[in-house]
């Protein structure tokens, strides 16, 4: 199956910084998305993003399929963005693209 | 409802016994997942449905393991004969598209087999 790695697997940030969350994938694929799981376990979905760029106030993302990554950009951080962040990838092939694989996160902290 | 609804948010229960988990999805979704996620890793397929029917049920981890939605709203994962193995929290989640688009997913059940 398709393998998606994502890096770095952890980071800390004080207030203020920016930070490049990026998401590896190793086929062609024709669903990406990012999710944010709070510290409390919620997953929201960030962005649905199978190519191109997005922006959604601090935050933006752009996939470049034809290279099989992905990257999250988190701006300004607030420690409200801590938590673990997640790409999840489904196939462009076999007519299961809605079967997303997810990476095994990143792991953000950010200081105040 | 606003959002993905699941019930219980926890459930402990001991070896050998039979599990139901409930998933309310947003209203007019039409497509319903299950997935599953052990500590320390990303949520891993377990079922996919769109309308009534189970479209895809190849994540699911052996025969123990079943799902229904029988008239296209809410769905149940039914556990039978647990194991400690099978302890994780069961995330439910749905989407407007067939099968792609945007995935919104429950608070999840914290299931915990001692």
């Known amino acids: 199956g398709i393998q998606v790695e994502q890096s770095p697997p952890d980071l800390i940030l004080q207030e203020g910084a920016n930070s490049t969350l990026r998401c590896n994938f190793s086929?062609?694929?024709?669903?990406l998305q990012w999710f944010h799981q709070n510290p409390w376990g919620q997953l929201i979905n960030l962005f649905y993003i199978p190519s191109g760029t997005k922006q959604n106030g601090r935050l933006s993302a752009t996939t470049v399929a034809t290279e099989r990554y992905s990257l999250l950009y988190i701006s300004s951080s607030q420690t409200t963005d801590s938590g673990v962040y997640f790409c999840a990838v489904g196939p462009n092939s076999g007519g299961s693209n809605y079967k997303l694989t997810f990476g095994k996160g990143t792991l953000l902290t950010v200081n105040p | 409802g606003a959002g993905v609804s699941q019930t219980p948010s926890n459930k402990v229960t001991e070896k050998g016994k039979y599990v139901e988990l409930r998933c309310d999805p947003i209203s007019g979704h039409t497509a319903l997942y299950w997935y599953r996620q052990s500590l320390g890793q990303g949520p891993e397929f377990l079922i996919y449905f769109q309308g009534t029917g189970a479209a895809d049920d190849s994540g699911l981890p052996n025969d123990r393991f079943f799902a229904v939605r029988p008239e296209g709203s809410v769905s149940t994962l039914k556990i039978q004969r647990t194991e400690r193995g099978d302890s994780a929290v069961y995330l439910c989640?749905?989407?407007?598209?067939?099968?792609?688009?945007?995935?919104?997913f429950g608070e999840g059940s914290r299931l915990t087999v001692l």
């Open positions: 086929d062609s694929v024709n669903n």
């Open positions: 989640a749905s989407s407007f598209s067939q099968g792609t688009g945007e995935l919104f």
